[in-house]
């Protein structure tokens, strides 16, 4: 039992570290709406990770392994949704430089409101949720650390919050960072830079998640 547990936490800890549209969403919001946003866009990209999980143990996410229609139905839409928070994130920078002037480096607005971090969450759950090798990772991975003779359904869970509580630690520590430097990601022109470059990343996942076959 322990030496599972030990390589289901070095496995899921790569699995964190590895970079995806996850990582681009969290460190956007962070980078441009504050510490605050980031953490809100963590704890639904989580809600979204938990709820993958949880999928799992109810033998639901089971159905994108089996129904190629099911899985081409979630990769479509999850491409979707990273080509579209690409294309405003893109519109976001061209529209701050059209305000501001390429020169101008203004500091970025205040605090971010409740109506922004609800924003922030909601982002975070569908980025999470419209990602569909989430899905395959939960019914493929998870069920090869179940022990002999757990109860599978129980086991899945316990696996699923274990993976949610890495992932967590992994990107809190991201965002952290993101804060330390936040003084120079506020000017004007590095926040253009940042929306710039997270629009590009966030297309050419879309558009890879578009054309990827199973």
Do not use: H
């Amino acid at each position: 039992m322990t030496q599972t547990l030990v390589a289901f936490c070095g496995a899921a800890v790569l699995l964190s570290m590895a970079p995806g549209p996850s990582t681009v969403v969290i460190v956007r919001e962070a980078a441009l709406s504050g510490r605050r946003a980031g953490l809100a866009a963590l704890a639904g990209n989580e809600a979204g990770v938990l709820a993958w999980g949880v999928a799992a143990a109810l033998g639901l996410s089971a159905l994108l392994v089996a129904s190629r229609v099911a899985y081409e139905a979630v990769r479509l839409v999850g491409a979707g949704v990273l080509l579209w928070m690409g294309v405003q994130a893109l519109w976001g920078a061209r529209r701050g430089r059209e305000e501001g002037g390429e020169g101008t480096d203004r500091p970025a607005a205040g605090p971010v409101k409740a109506g922004g971090l609800r924003r922030s969450f909601r982002t975070g759950v569908v980025t999470a949720a419209a990602n569909p090798k989430a899905g395959v990772f939960a019914v493929s991975f998870l069920p090869q650390f179940v022990p002999e003779g757990a109860p599978v359904p129980w086991a899945l869970l316990v696996l699923a919050v274990l993976w949610v509580l890495i992932d967590l630690t992994w990107y809190l520590a991201v965002v952290f960072a993101v804060g330390a430097v936040r003084g120079l990601l506020r000017r004007g022109g590095v926040r253009r830079a940042v929306e710039r470059v997270s629009g590009a990343v966030l297309i050419g996942l879309g558009v890879r998640l578009a054309f990827d076959g199973r």
